[in-house]
């Protein structure tokens, strides 16, 4: 029987300038993370780990975590 643990892990922590911007970026993006990825906030930081059967399909989840974070960061730290 073949192993169906994932392959490649990465442990990312986001450091942001308040707790609350770093809940507020969290629940912004939390919502499309589908099983394979993991995160909480810890203070002012997102602290994700993100599982992952090839390094191909690390650098996808990867690359979507952070442009969705950076969106996200630009409209929570925009001063009304």
Do not use: W
């Not at 073949?2 to 707790?19: H, I, M, N, W, Y």
């Not at 911007?21 to 499309?32: F, I, N, T």
């Not at 690359?63 to 969705?68: N, S």
Request: overall charge negative; glycine content about 8%; proline content about 4%.
């Amino acid at each position: 029987m073949p192993d169906a643990s994932p392959k490649v892990t990465c442990k990312l922590r986001l450091e942001f300038g308040t707790p609350v911007d770093a809940e507020k970026v969290h629940r912004s993006v939390s919502l499309d993370s589908q099983g394979y990825l993991t995160s909480g906030v810890e203070g002012r930081a997102i602290v994700a780990e993100i599982h992952a059967d090839s390094l191909n399909g690390l650098l996808h989840t990867l690359d979507d975590l952070l442009a969705c974070t950076g969106v996200a960061e630009r409209i929570v730290s925009k001063k009304a």
